[in-house]
C-alpha cells in the first residue's frame, strides 16, 4: 500500500505565476487536509477535504488559494499570483473514516520557493 | 478555536537521558492528541497518540500522559538516542470542528 504521494516535491516560481500542487491520499482513505509549515516553525492548517467536498477552509487565505478534491484524481492545492511570503513547506495527509477520527499520514511535502 | 501551546522550544539531553515535552490545550472539547517526529527535510510522523478516554499510554521508550482537567499532555522518552534527534509537534483534535491544531514543536538534540 503506497503511501501518501505529493507531487512535485520541488517548485519554483516567479512573482506572479500560479503554483499547482497534488496530493494522492493512501488507498483507501476519503480524508485530506493540506497544511503549510514555514521555516522553523510548526504545522499550520489550511484546508480538509472529503471527495468532492470542502469541509473546512477556515486556514486558508480567502485570496489566491483554492483546493478540489475531485471524484477522480489527486487533490490540488492551487496558488494563483504566488508571492515571496507564499514560499514554504506545504504537506498534505490523508486519513481513513470509520466514524471516529483516525491517524493522519503524511505526505513528502512540496517545498515551493518563490523567486 | 483550538490553540495548542508546546515547550520547550528547544531541549538538549545527554545520551540516555529522559527527555520530556509538554502541551497545554484550550479546547476542552479535543479528544485526540497525537505527537509527530520530523526529522530535517523529511515528514512529520506519528510516533505515539492518546484519546481521552486514557490517562496514560506507552510504547517502549516512549509514553505519553494526559491530564484533562488541566488540559495538558506530555510526552516522555526515555534512554534517550542520538536518532531521537528531531523536532517533535504535539497536536489537539477538537470535537467540534475535525482537524488538528499543532503546537510549535520542540527541537529535541540528543548529545553522544
Known amino acids: 500500500n503506497a503511501g501518501v504521494m505529493q507531487n512535485p516535491r520541488h517548485l519554483v516560481r516567479r512573482r506572479g505565476q500560479e503554483a499547482r500542487l497534488r496530493c494522492s491520499p493512501m488507498k483507501g482513505h476519503s480524508h485530506v487536509y493540506w497544511y503549510r509549515q514555514l521555516p522553523e516553525e510548526g504545522l499550520k492548517f489550511m484546508v480538509y477535504?472529503?471527495?468532492?467536498?470542502?469541509?473546512?477552509e477556515s486556514g486558508m487565505p480567502k485570496e489566491r488559494f483554492s483546493a478540489e478534491f475531485p471524484k477522480e484524481g489527486p487533490s490540488i492545492l492551487r496558488i494563483q499570483q504566488v508571492v515571496r511570503g507564499d514560499s514554504a513547506a506545504y504537506f498534505c495527509a490523508s486519513s481513513p473514516w470509520d466514524g471516529t477520527y483516525n491517524e493522519q499520514f503524511f505526505g513528502p511535502g512540496t517545498r515551493l520557493t518563490v523567486l | 478555536g483550538e490553540n495548542v501551546e508546546q515547550h520547550p522550544s528547544t531541549l538538549s539531553v545527554q545520551e540516555g537521558d529522559s527527555a520530556v515535552i509538554k502541551c497545554t490545550y484550550s479546547?476542552?472539547?479535543?479528544?485526540?492528541f497525537p505527537w509527530y517526529k520530523q526529522e530535517l527535510g523529511k515528514r512529520p510522523q506519528l510516533i505515539i497518540d492518546i484519546r481521552s478516554n486514557v490517562g496514560e499510554k506507552k510504547d517502549q521508550r516512549i509514553a505519553v500522559t494526559l491530564n484533562k482537567t488541566a488540559k495538558h499532555f506530555s510526552l516522555h522518552i526515555t534512554e534517550t538516542q542520538p536518532e531521537d534527534s528531531a523536532v517533535y509537534f504535539c497536536a489537539a483534535f477538537g470535537g467540534s470542528n475535525y482537524k488538528l491544531t499543532f503546537g510549535k514543536g520542540t527541537l529535541l538534540t540528543v548529545n553522544p
Open positions: 479546547d476542552s472539547a479535543s479528544n485526540y
Open positions: 477535504l472529503q471527495k468532492e467536498n470542502i469541509i473546512d
